[in-house]
Structure formats: C-alpha cells, structure tokens
C-alpha cells in the first residue's frame, strides 16, 4: 500500500526558506510521477510543481509559473523521497501543502493536473508571515 507523508513544514519569514519534504512508503518510488499541490484557507486546491520518473533516475521537473525560479523539485532514490525546496517565499505561498502520486505511464513527464493522482499526503502546513 503507497503511503505519502509530507513534512517540514512551519512558519517562516518573507524572503526565507523551507524545504518539505515527501516520505513514499509501501512501493518503488521509481515507478511514480510525484506531485505538489498546495491549498490555502478558502481557495482551491493547486498545483506547484510535480516530478516525473526517469531512466536516468533524476526525474524531469515542471513549475507552475507563479513558482518557478523560486522552488526546485528533486527525488532522493536512497532515501524514497521527494523535496520541494523553496526559497524567496511570499505571503501568497502561504497554505497546506501536500504531495501526491500516480504511477507513471510515460517517463520524463509529469501532470500538474490535481485528477492525475491517484494518492495523496495528509499534508504540512507552511506560513509566510513577518
């Protein structure tokens, strides 16, 4: 059974840094595309960023445009992990982020697309506040 946990969230200045990251149990991480979604309170759910499987074992990355530049998206095969790293973060990056997978049909190609995934993370919540 896949399991995702995310973690490293918390509360952070503008400007500042968090990396977050995404625990997948139960399964070869290798064999699935990895998303980020992230949710603010009173607004839908959306996408950040999402990692692709790869032959080479890295992953291909896509950004949705308000991110990127910002956060970077990497897969840690040793440690079946996923991180999203993001700096010069703003109040507007201020929401619950959660982590989600789907098992890849085509290599170095992600969805950003939430209906993509079909497993998901209890989510860690990030604050941007002064």
């Known amino acids: 059974q896949l399991q995702l946990v995310e973690s490293g969230g918390g509360l952070v200045q503008p400007g500042g840094s968090l990396k977050l990251s995404c625990a997948v149990s139960?399964?070869?991480?290798?064999?699935?595309?990895i998303g980020w979604f992230r949710q603010a309170p009173g607004k839908e759910r959306e996408a950040v960023s999402c990692?692709?499987?790869?032959?080479?074992?890295?992953?291909?990355?896509d950004y949705v445009d308000s991110v990127k530049g910002r956060f970077t998206t990497s897969r840690d095969k040793a440690k079946n992990t996923v991180y999203l790293q993001m700096t010069g973060l703003k109040a507007g990056d201020t929401a619950e982020y959660f982590c989600a997978a789907v098992y890849a049909i085509h290599r170095d190609m992600c969805y950003l697309e939430a209906y993509e995934y079909d497993y998901w993370g209890q989510g860690t919540q990030v604050a941007v506040s002064s």
């Open positions: 990692i692709s499987t790869s032959l080479s074992g890295d992953g291909a990355a």
């Open positions: 139960g399964v070869n991480m290798d064999d699935f595309d």
